[in-house]
């Protein structure tokens, strides 16, 4: 495809050609085709603009990764350097490639104490696949072969593997596939509103964590290797837990002597304005995937934090460790992700989501709790969750067969703005870049949004 067919290309074309031809993931193929892609050309900061011109507010970060924006020259020349200089060697055989060396360093410096090594992958997936292979060798190694058993959470996203989907808590994707793999188990998330009912959420959070507990005894608790979670459910629909969860979950797993994995794909480099999302939820991995903010999307990369206590036993009795990918620490990948760890750090953006736009939007999401059709408004960072619910005075969800989630995602679509359904919970999670000016005007443009849903769904005769 050269620039000047780029340029001849109505949108119509293009739509027809991706209906000819491109399978898109999480896509309802056949409705797709008929209704036709959107079709983004171009971005920079925080916008995108689609083929016909229109500009949008992209408010979800690419898919939670474009943490620096579009367009940072930094990350750019990085690239184009490194391609340059050496597009690809591998990693296998005794090899390594400078920008894979440097960026394990800066991970080290970047990431809680207790890591000090990292394992590449190509995405949060494969880090995921990674993790299941490794806490087995872990157990494996120690003499306990038979703790083999991975505890995760119901509504969690881990990724699209066999084993990503497998430790994920999806039932539609469990649905299709034979899913989960053995050694697998999932007990339910911590989500309040759903769950919590007639507790303060600092009860629920300690119920909730308990559960983990009582699955450690229903499975033996010489079976399990380890637990899993995302700081902050993200795909799941930005549920952000009781702060008394995590500390509880690190305990238990210290009590049995289990592996807590944080699955920081989504939360890591910022998101929650710590560096890492379990800093913000006081908790202690033994292992981290990261993806995503690793590079802010601008190339794939991703991989596992090992801590210490895994990385002793990996390096000095394990021998030879028969796992890995074709771009496990690929040279132009890394060289991204030192420009971009490096631009987080100049500009400072960890501190700017803790002190500044994190807060401010905290406070926004506090008023646009009072909206008619918001039942609940939640943040955490620069992440955010509003729950539409029918009747706000009783917290009445709408029939999740009419769709509103995915009624007012139009109404964003049409005013310019990325927001995000999940059924009916509408999340954001923007460019840790953004300006204040920038959250304001992505605030106004939600309550607008807000307000044609509340009008589209009055006039539907969904409101009585
Ligand atoms: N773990 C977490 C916590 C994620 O959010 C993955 C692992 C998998 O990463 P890769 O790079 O293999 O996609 C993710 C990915 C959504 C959505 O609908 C979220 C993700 C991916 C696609 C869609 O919010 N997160």
């Not at 800093?279 to 190339?299: C, H, N, Q, W």
């Not at 709790?369 to 009747?391: F, I, N, R, S, Y």
């Not at 999940?422 to 307000?451: F, K, N, S, W, Y």
Request: hydrophobic share 40%; charged share 20%; glycine share 12%.
């Amino acid at each position: 495809m050269n620039d000047q067919s780029t340029r001849a290309r109505t949108t119509a074309d293009w739509q027809a050609l991706d209906a000819a031809h491109f399978l898109h993931p999480f896509t309802d193929f056949d409705a797709l085709a008929k209704k036709g892609a959107r079709v983004i050309t171009r971005a920079e900061g925080i916008y995108l603009w689609d083929s016909d011109g229109h500009r949008i507010f992209d408010a979800m970060s690419g898919l939670w990764c474009v943490n620096v924006g579009y367009g940072q020259r930094s990350l750019i020349d990085a690239a184009t350097r490194q391609l340059h200089e050496l597009p690809f060697y591998n990693a296998f055989f005794q090899t390594a490639t400078p920008p894979a060396i440097e960026l394990a360093e800066l991970l080290a410096e970047v990431t809680p104490p207790q890591f000090r090594h990292v394992f590449f992958a190509g995405s949060g997936s494969e880090g995921n696949d990674t993790i299941v292979r490794m806490v087995r060798r872990y157990w494996d190694l120690l003499g306990e072969p038979e703790r083999q058993v991975i505890v995760s959470r119901r509504n969690a996203y881990h990724g699209s593997t066999m084993a990503g989907a497998s430790l994920g808590g999806m039932a539609a994707m469990h649905a299709q596939g034979g899913l989960p793999i053995p050694g697998i188990v999932h007990i339910e998330q911590p989500f309040w509103r759903e769950h919590g009912q007639g507790m303060t959420r600092d009860e629920f959070g300690l119920v909730a964590a308990g559960w983990l507990e009582d699955m450690i005894q229903r499975v033996g608790p010489d079976k399990v290797a380890a637990f899993i979670g995302e700081p902050v459910q993200g795909a799941g629909g930005v549920i952000v837990p009781p702060a008394t969860y995590w500390p509880e979950i690190q305990r238990i797993c210290d009590k049995y002597g289990i592996l807590l994995v944080s699955d920081e794909v989504i939360t890591g480099f910022g998101r929650t304005g710590h560096w890492f999302g379990c800093e913000a939820m006081g908790a202690r991995p033994d292992l981290m995937t990261f993806a995503k903010g690793v590079t802010s999307g601008y190339i794939p990369l991703g991989g596992v934090m090992v801590g210490e206590r895994v990385a002793r036993v990996l390096i000095e009795r394990g021998g030879e460790f028969n796992h890995g990918y074709t771009y496990s620490g690929h040279p132009v990948a890394c060289a991204v992700g030192l420009a971009n760890i490096r631009l987080v750090q100049q500009l400072g953006l960890v501190e700017h989501v803790r002190d500044v736009v994190g807060p401010q939007l905290a406070r926004a999401y506090a008023e646009l709790a009072q909206h008619p059709l918001v039942g609940e408004a939640e943040t955490c960072g620069m992440m955010g969750a509003l729950q539409l619910v029918k009747d706000k005075a009783r917290g009445t969800a709408f029939p999740s067969e009419l769709e509103v989630g995915m009624v007012c995602r139009g109404h964003c679509f049409r005013e310019g703005l990325i927001m995000r359904a999940v059924g009916d919970r509408m999340i954001v999670a923007p460019p840790l870049v953004t300006t204040p000016a920038q959250l304001d005007e992505m605030v106004a443009l939600i309550r607008r949004c807000l307000d044609l849903t509340l009008h589209d769904v009055g006039s539907r005769g969904w409101l009585a």
